[in-house]
């Protein structure tokens, strides 16, 4: 039998390593979230009765990259003692910082501040890479010593969504030092991750073939990032971690899908929650999820009752050692974890990909519940009856708190004042306000101009992959034809042997046909001699192909535990129906060749009749002409005996004119 591919075998991996490319860059270089300070809003700003400040800042990491942050908490007058508790906020690959902002609402009227930052490779942090945990958790360790450092944070928690989720899981279980964490959508594996979005991306890729992808998808990743992938098991960080967790994961998750939230609860070491909610990866998260996620933070962080001690990282050089001696190492609660440079959280692994896709459009409903600027903006009056509500609220207070206060408002009014000039820039305030009004409108439209842009997007691809799936079917009805062609080819030639045989027996003609394909067979057999160097590859190929045909009449949405069955049911049915179709095509040339020979001793049969009537018509001929020479010999005879009659007449004429006169005797 022989193959025909649909490419030529270099196109066809060119094209495969152009989709292995492009799989790496969803992984470690996704679209980058670019954004301006000011989407982050005013750094005072208010929610209800409470007045609260953003302060940004930049530290180091292990890898001395730069990582941009912000912390919000409330100012100095407002806190309720001098130590607050401190939520970590950890965003996905496509994220930054600015994906917090929903969380302002949530966590700081119950009395917790809101850290967060963009990871190295994200926003406005230095890196060109992003490794879905394996260098974030270094990160981590930098904001974590920095919030001990600072001396003002009580117990600290971890929020993570996607690539963020997955880092807070690896990097708690070797700081049991963090009180809680909340976990948004994290992968098992980063290889079961990648399986799934190949598979996903380009579905006509046979399951054998995924090995072989995903090993030259690590190949270039570590090549490029310098981390490998299969270092990327949350799983196994799971089971070493016991830090009460919040596990949360969409339905409808078509990125992660939610089996991979049950396989991380399932193998969790500490106390696991899994809450399921409607929507997908990057959609709003419904409003039971987060109330439950501030009551989860509330419970740990600020109602239950304090450890006497506390864990630090383990000092362990190996991630599968134990802790030293078998047991964990404490510090003081109040050392922090300034000492706590794990081996594992600083080296310089091989990441993991998170997909992640946190949009201005997933901020909106989060950003909506911030205030306006006009409504936060504090001017003279703003100030005055904020002065005025303190006051009546804080008339039980001592009189330290009182004088606390009262310089906290006027470095307030002197923190607005410079803002206001800053901006301003010597403008009135009405124009000042009218600016950024009409900012705040251009933004609401650039915001709206990139939603109609993303859905653009989608719906570009969603035209490639049906303009691939078209091209797919093309090329199979090219093969199809040039099948039939070949087969056609393959009639005529057997003709013109038949012919050229000049009417042999139809077991001459079969043995030629035999022989002619055999020698074909031969042919076909010394080329692939000549290309050995390249039979594995052209093997491989043509399995592929004949795979992908198989696997595009499979069922598209597979379900991971019978579509190994169901690929190997339509692999066994393509295979049958090549073969009724090959046994079909041979019945057909030979039901060709039978009426080939059929016609031919139709077309002898018609000679021989022909000739028969031909020489008849020369019999019949021969016969006139037979006649007609006898009625003309006939006629000669008539003619002759009539002149035979009349010769003795003119004998006796001649006598009489002879004799002499009697008187002349």
């Known amino acids: 039998m022989q193959y025909h591919l649909a490419h030529p075998p270099n196109r066809t991996m060119q094209k495969l390593k152009g989709y292995w490319e492009d799989m790496c860059g969803l992984i470690i270089r996704p679209q980058r979230c670019d954004y301006d300070i000011t989407n982050l809003g005013h750094q005072l700003f208010r929610i209800g009765v409470g007045i609260y400040e953003r302060t940004d ?7 001395g990259m730069s990582l941009q942050c912000s912390h919000f908490e409330p100012t100095q ?10 939520v970590v906020y950890l965003h996905g690959n496509c994220g930054s910082r600015q994906d917090a902002t929903e969380c302002v609402t ?8 809101l850290f967060t930052f963009d990871f190295s490779g994200s926003g406005l942090s230095d890196g060109e890479y992003v490794s879905l945990g394996y260098f974030e958790k270094q990160d981590l360790v930098s904001v974590i010593d920095y919030l001990n450092e600072k001396g003002n944070v009580s117990r600290i928690g971890l929020w993570g969504r996607s ?3 997955v880092t807070s899981i690896m990097y708690s279980s070797k700081d049991h030092s963090i009180s809680s964490i909340v976990c948004d959508s994290p992968f098992a594996s980063l290889q079961d991750l990648m399986q799934d979005l190949v598979v996903s991306y380009k579905p006509w890729i046979p399951r054998w073939m995924l090995k072989i992808a995903i090993n030259t998808m690590r190949a270039s990743i570590t090549k490029k990032a310098h981390f490998d992938i299969n270092d990327l098991d949350t799983t196994k960080y799971a089971a070493q971690c016991p830090v009460p967790m919040l596990l949360g994961h969409a339905k409808d998750d078509q990125l992660v899908p939610i089996s991979h939230a049950k396989v991380i609860s399932e193998r969790y070491q500490g106390e696991c929650s899994l809450m399921e909610f409607d929507g997908g990866h990057n959609s709003d998260r419904p409003e039971v999820f987060l109330s439950t996620v501030a009551t989860f933070f509330t419970h740990h962080l600020i109602n239950k009752p304090a450890p006497t001690r506390r864990e630090s990282v383990s000092a362990s050089p190996s991630r599968s050692e134990a802790p030293v001696n078998g047991t964990p190492v404490h510090a003081d609660p109040s050392a922090g974890l300034e000492n706590h440079q794990d081996p594992e959280l600083l080296e310089e692994p091989t990441p993991v990909s998170d997909t992640h896709q946190y949009t201005k459009a997933d901020r909106q409903q989060s950003q909506s519940d911030v205030p306006n600027p006009e409504d936060t903006k504090l001017d003279d009056e703003v100030i005055a009856q904020e002065e005025r509500l303190a006051a009546e609220a804080a008339q039980q207070a001592e009189k330290e708190r009182l004088e606390a206060q009262k310089a906290e408002e006027e470095r307030i009014a002197a923190e607005q004042k410079a803002e206001e000039e800053r901006l301003a820039a010597q403008k009135a305030e009405e124009e000042r306000i009218a600016a950024e009004k009409k900012a705040e409108e251009e933004r609401l439209a650039a915001q709206k101009a990139e939603e109609e842009r993303i859905a653009a997007e989608k719906k570009a691809e969603e035209e490639r992959l049906a303009a691939e799936k078209a091209e797919e079917e093309r090329i199979a009805a090219e093969k199809k ?11 005529q030639k057997a003709e013109e042997e038949r012919l050229a045989a000049e009417r042999l027996a139809a ?4 043995e030629e046909r035999i022989a002619a394909e055999k020698k074909a067979e031969e042919e076909r057999l010394a080329a692939e001699a000549a290309q050995k160097a390249e039979e594995e590859r052209l093997a491989a190929e043509k399995k592929a192909e004949e795979e992908r045909l198989a696997a595009e009449k499979a069922e598209e949405e ?6 190994k069955v169901e690929e190997e049911r339509l692999a066994a049915e393509a295979a049958q129906k090549a073969e009724e179709e090959r046994i079909a095509a041979e019945q057909k040339a030979e039901e060709e060749r039978v009426a080939a020979e059929a016609a031919e001793e139709e077309r002898l049969a018609a000679e021989k009749k022909a000739e028969e009537e031909r020489l008849a018509a020369e019999a019949a001929q021969k016969a006139e002409d037979e006649r007609i020479a ?5 006629k000669a005879e008539e003619e002759c005996a009539a002149e035979e009659q009349a010769k003795p007449s003119e004998e006796d004429e001649t006598t009489d004119q002879n004799e002499p006169p009697a008187d002349q005797q």
């Open 57 to 63: 800042l930049t530290i180091s990491n292990p890898r």
């Open 507 to 510: 077991e001459k003609a079969e």
């Open 558 to 563: 597979r379900i991971a535990a019978e579509q």
């Open 630 to 634: 006898a009625e003309a010999a006939e």
């Open 163 to 165: 690539m963020g989720a």
């Open 106 to 113: 949530v966590l700081l009227p119950h009395g917790v501040t």
């Open 481 to 491: 034809a040039e099948e039939e062609r070949l087969a056609a080819e393959a009639a």
């Open 77 to 86: 007058a407002q806190r309720p003692s001098a130590k607050m508790p401190c």
